[in-house]
């Protein structure tokens, strides 16, 4: 494996990205959502103003549930298949690089540019509140942006895969759609409405470890769980043991879901 041909083909990637503007494009996105949410979260309960960051981070919370995965997915989905419509992935194939550094280098400069938004548009947000912020909040909320990103990297590995088996654009991006609905928004439902239809006889035991089979859901246990008031309010120390909520184990299964699909992407290029 070249490291310099991986490296080059992951600086194109991530200086394309920069020349688009669309790094700066979501760096702003993020920063705009995350300090509308800080100062205006409680406006409903007739509050105005930065609270604490226990609440400002459970309401970025959902924030980036629903948006980095979307983000990442419509970033990597046309990866491989986008090269192959465009006619361009025979001659990448055709120069001395391997198929896996040639994914391996494309992935690692999405990575980069998305990595980099979501750290540039979430930490314009903590220079922001740093005079508001102790030590502690500020390890919370930085912590916070670590998980953003290997949130992203976990989808941008499943937008890669789908990139690898999907015949065309059209239908790698309605697989693409199809992963946001499932992780984001169907997966949580089927787990409740087994538990409901079951009367939590069935299953209440391994529910912990069927939300590790979502990356949404590891994320979310991996930033509420440490904070009390929240988690408390969020009902998860009654469903989730404070054994699995090990910042570094979640962090292992989050790493887990980067790798596996990366994986199975590698396998099917090479065929």
Do not use: C
Request: glycine content about 10%; charged content about 15%.
């Amino acid at each position: 494996m070249e490291i310099r041909q991986i490296a080059t083909l992951a600086g194109k990637e991530f200086w394309d990205r920069i020349r688009n503007r669309w790094v700066l494009a979501v760096a702003l996105v993020f920063t705009v959502f995350a300090l509308v949410i800080a100062y205006f979260g409680g406006a409903q309960q007739g509050t105005v103003g930065f609270r604490s960051i226990e609440f400002t981070i459970a309401s970025l919370v959902s924030l980036v549930i629903y948006l980095v995965p979307l983000i990442a997915l419509v970033l990597g989905f046309d990866a491989i298949v986008g090269e192959r419509e465009r006619g361009s992935l025979d001659l990448l194939l055709s120069m001395p690089i391997t198929r896996f550094e040639l994914l391996l280098g494309k992935y690692l400069g999405l990575a980069a540019a998305l990595a980099f938004s979501t750290i540039a548009g979430f930490g314009l947000v903590a220079v922001v509140l740093s005079a508001q912020l102790d030590l502690t909040a500020l390890f919370h909320f930085f912590g916070f942006m670590l998980s953003s990103v290997l949130l992203g990297l976990a989808f941008l590995s499943l937008a890669v895969m789908v990139s690898t088996f999907a015949a065309d654009r059209t239908r790698a991006s309605g697989m693409a759609i199809a992963l946001w609905f499932f992780f984001v928004l169907v997966f949580d439902l089927l787990l409740l409405g087994g538990l409901v239809v079951t009367g939590g006889k069935y299953g209440g035991e391994i529910f912990p470890y069927l939300l590790l089979l979502n990356p949404a859901d590891v994320f979310r246990i991996l930033n509420i769980f440490g904070l009390d008031d929240v988690r408390t309010l969020y009902g998860l120390a009654t469903v989730f043991p404070r054994a699995l909520a090990e910042p570094w184990l979640l962090g292992l299964v989050m790493a887990a879901w980067i790798a596996a699909p990366l994986g199975v992407a590698a396998w099917r290029f090479r065929r």
